[in-house]
Structures are given as structure tokens and as C-alpha cells.
């Protein structure tokens, strides 16, 4: 049963960081050798509908962010090329309804780090024009727009460039996401945001205090706000010294405890981490997640909601 379920929901995840772990390592999407944590064979065979594929400024290229990001982008449409009888670059929900009536995999392409627009409205413009359609506002630390979980010792939120990133951003139809970015900095995308944000790989503070997962109030207010959180299989985040998809599935029970069934996902962080639950070692795992949660009692209508229908729901409604 939890296989049948499994290919028959629509599933989205939010975050992978296999673009950059592609470029440096000089692999292609078509198949790592069994090295990497995902790709085109490990997508279809995990029953992967969409993939957002994040082009991520690591701090190291914080000088050359426009160029990283370039070469990134570069790399994506290179792949969307040489593959495209089996992936298809979405810009929105026509396009995935394009992949899942041909049998293909969408691709979503995101920015990991607002350092990328240098602090240019401009800049951002171009990035939308080039498909962009989800930007992760900070990475950890302070940039442009504002300052990320490794800056909470300031209280620093958005600047007034990052109020006015949020703003531009709902203007054109992106995704505004507050992974990574500062608690106060998250309270002032809520305030400003006039579309739902989401949070594309964040875990709950309650089950495991760390800078990055987000606090019971910050969960409710995402979910007030129409938003979606990603549940993310890193380790630190999850808590506990070996996770298993247990403890995966034990954040998205606080999450429905705390702010109910709409506004939870999967935001794997693939290719992000060295190390992931016992269970969950590929994409080509996530058919366990849904096992999963079919055994701690939850029905389809609710599974296919975690699975991918709340993040279609937000694609749906923000990006244009």
C-alpha cells in the first residue's frame, strides 16, 4: 500500500544543493556512479515529481556571487538540455502538469543566498527572467538583505534592500524563502510578505534546538500565512546522535501538533550533508517516508498533502 501511495501523490522536494556538488565534482545529472545523493535515475526510482535545484552561494564565492551563480545556472540549463526527454525546467504550475502528463521530472531553479543580487533590484529582475523562481534570502551569515542564523547575537533582520527584495520578489511571482535567515529576519518577511513564504529545508526548535529549525510561533505564523515549511534529513538538524526516518517523521508530527497538516513538506537538503538518517541514504529512499507516515496512522488525503500537495499549493498560488 505505501508504495502505491507513494507513486501515485505528487511529490515535491524543495532543496538539494547537487548543482554545486555537480560542478565542482564534474558529474552530470544523468547518473553519478553511485556517488552524490541524487540524480535522474535516483529521482524516477524515489517517485520524485519535482526537484527545486538550489544554485548556492557558498561564503568562499561571496566576491564572485553573480559569477558562481552564473556558472551554476549555466549548469542547470546545460542538464535540462542534454536531458530533457526526462527533466523539464518548470517556471510554474503549467509546467508541472506538462512533466507529470509526459512522465517527466520538473525542475525548479532556486538561489541559495541573496548575496547573488548584490544588492540589486535589477540583478533580481534578470534572475526571474532566467527561470529563477525561489531565493533562500541569506545563508547563514549577513548580507545585502539582511542577517542569517549566524548573526542572532545582533537581533539583525532585513535591511531596507531586503524589504524591498520581499516586495519586488511577490511582484514578479517568486518564492520568498526564510530558511537559514535570522529569527527577527523572519518576522520581518511575515510582516512584509503580502504572498505565502516558505521555509524549503527547516526542522522544529521544540524537538531539536538549533539556530537553523524554526520555534512553535514561527511555525504557526508560516502556517497563518499560507506557508510551507521542508522537513530536512540533516542530522544536526533533526537531533539525536544516529536519526532514522523516525526522527524525520517525528518533526512532521510537531509540525501537524503544532499548526496542522497543511503546511508541512520534504525539503531533503540532498547533497547538502555528508551524512544522512539511517533509512534515507538517496532520494531513491523517499518511498520509506511515506511508509512512515502510514504507519504512525496517517491516511492518504493527509500523506499526499506532506508529500507534495501543500508546496503545489504554494507554487500555485505565488508563482505566476
Given at each position: ?56 552561494v557558498a561564503p568562499e564565492y561571496k566576491p564572485v556571487a553573480v559569477r558562481r551563480v552564473m556558472e551554476l545556472i549555466d549548469l542547470f540549463y546545460q542538464e ?241
Amino acid at each position: 500500500m505505501a508504495k502505491t501511495l507513494h507513486y501515485e501523490s505528487i511529490v515535491i522536494d524543495t532543496h538539494c544543493d547537487t548543482l554545486s556538488v555537480m560542478l565542482d565534482g564534474g558529474w552530470h545529472l544523468a547518473g553519478f556512479s553511485g556517488q552524490g545523493q541524487l540524480d535522474l535515475p535516483r529521482l524516477k526510482e524515489g517517485g520524485v515529481d519535482v526537484q527545486f535545484f538550489s544554485a548556492f552561494v557558498a561564503p568562499e564565492y561571496k566576491p564572485v556571487a553573480v559569477r558562481r551563480v552564473m556558472e551554476l545556472i549555466d549548469l542547470f540549463y546545460q542538464e535540462m538540455e542534454e536531458n530533457s526527454d526526462v527533466i523539464l525546467h518548470a517556471k510554474g504550475l503549467a509546467d508541472i502538469n506538462e512533466a507529470l502528463a509526459t512522465g517527466k521530472v520538473a525542475a525548479f531553479l532556486s538561489i541559495e543566498g541573496g548575496e547573488a543580487l548584490e544588492g540589486s533590484l535589477g540583478v533580481l529582475r534578470v534572475l526571474h527572467r532566467m527561470g529563477v523562481r525561489s531565493i533562500t534570502l541569506t545563508w547563514n551569515g549577513r548580507n545585502e538583505l539582511g542577517d542569517g542564523v549566524g548573526e542572532e547575537s545582533t537581533g539583525g533582520g532585513l535591511t531596507g534592500f531586503g524589504i524591498a527584495t520581499v516586495m519586488e520578489m511577490n511582484r514578479l511571482g517568486m518564492l520568498v524563502d526564510v530558511s537559514h535567515l535570522s529569527e527577527r529576519g523572519f518576522w520581518d518577511v511575515i510582516k512584509v510578505s503580502r504572498q505565502p513564504v516558505i521555509a524549503s529545508h527547516s526542522n522544529c526548535r521544540a524537538i531539536c534546538d538549533h539556530p537553523r529549525n524554526l520555534k512553535d510561533e514561527q511555525i504557526k505564523a508560516l502556517a497563518s500565512n499560507g506557508g510551507v515549511m521542508g522537513i530536512a534529513f540533516v542530522p544536526d538538524f533533526l537531533g539525536g546522535e544516529s536519526p532514522s526516518i523516525d526522527d524525520v517523521i517525528a518533526h512532521i508530527d510537531h509540525v501537524i501538533a503544532v499548526a496542522g497538516p497543511d503546511c508541512v513538506g520534504i525539503g531533503s537538503d540532498f547533497d547538502g550533508t555528508d551524512i544522512l538518517p539511517a533509512g534515507l541514504d538517496a532520494c531513491s529512499s523517499l518511498p520509506a517516508v511515506t511508509s512512515g507516515l502510514l504507519k504512525r496512522g496517517y491516511n492518504g488525503e493527509v500523506i499526499k498533502k506532506i508529500l507534495g500537495g501543500n508546496f503545489l499549493r504554494v507554487i500555485g498560488q505565488v508563482i505566476k
